[in-house]
């Protein structure tokens, strides 16, 4: 039996209890919100292992929240729960991180069948850090600088630290440019042609590199990408 921990935040009462008996029923252990600034405080601070969105609540929409989550928690699941059906609005949450939709009226079947498939593809993602050590300092994701032994300190933008933590997380594996936008920016690379990537790499290794004319930590590997260097490489 499952012993995972869901939590779902939706605001029509008979939906969401429905939700949570199913889950319960499952084996799933449950935690639950009724409105949008509750769910958010819950999502930000409660441990738990994939979340059930809805999109139109009271107080913080579910888009709100979904990026709230993916600033705090970028690998934690989100499957979206919505009775919108138009494209734009399924597109909008895949691209903000959401991993799945359900668009209601759905079936309990239907939802448990996405919930453990989602499950399933998580736990084969690498874990999220808060800290990366790098020759001479460190980088403080949680902080959003890096820090140097000799007391040089730098801050770090959004995006930078969402691509450090990108890189760091899938550290000794080269990363396609594509897998950088469509994880990191989050858009499409299909038939985009774009500098951005490697305009951002510069700059994050001119603020965390002791020579950024020769990487240590991150790394080109010609033909593939970029690679954030193992501990043991550095």
């Known amino acids: ?29 449950t935690l639950e ?13 409660s441990h738990f292992d994939l979340l059930l969105l809805d999109l139109v609540l009271p107080g913080r929409d579910g888009f709100e929240i979904l990026r709230e989550v993916r600033r705090g928690r970028p690998t934690m699941p989100v499957i979206i729960l919505t009775a919108r059906g138009e494209e734009a609005d ?12 359900v668009v209601k009226p759905f079936s309990v079947k239907e939802l448990l069948a996405r919930v453990e498939a989602v499950l399933r593809r998580s736990a084969e993602r690498p874990s ?30 959004e995006r930078e ?11 000794g ?3 396609s440019r594509d897998e950088l936008l ?13 500098r951005t990537i490697d305009m951002h790499v510069a700059r994050l290794r001119e603020k965390i590199e002791q020579d950024p004319s020769e ?6 590997v010609h033909g593939k990408g970029y690679m954030f260097a193992n501990d043991e490489e550095r």
């Open 1 to 29: 039996m499952p012993r995972q921990r869901i939590l779902t935040i939706e605001d029509d009462p008979a939906i969401r209890r429905g939700i949570v008996d199913a889950l319960q029923f499952a084996g799933y252990q």
């Open 33 to 45: 919100a009724g409105e949008g600034e509750a769910g958010l405080e819950m999502a930000s601070k």
């Open 90 to 101: 399924r597109v909008r949450g895949l691209h903000d991180g959401a991993d799945d939709y």
């Open 128 to 157: 999220d850090v808060a800290r990366i050590n790098i020759p001479g300092g460190l980088i403080d994701l949680e902080r959003r600088e890096v820090r140097f032994d000799d007391g040089r300190r730098t801050e770090l933008c």
């Open 161 to 171: 630290v969402e691509l450090a933590r990108y890189l760091a997380v899938n550290s």
């Open 173 to 175: 594996r080269a990363i």
């Open 182 to 194: 469509a994880n990191v920016w989050r858009i499409s690379p299909k038939g985009l042609n774009t």
């Open 215 to 220: 990487p240590a930590v991150l790394l080109t």
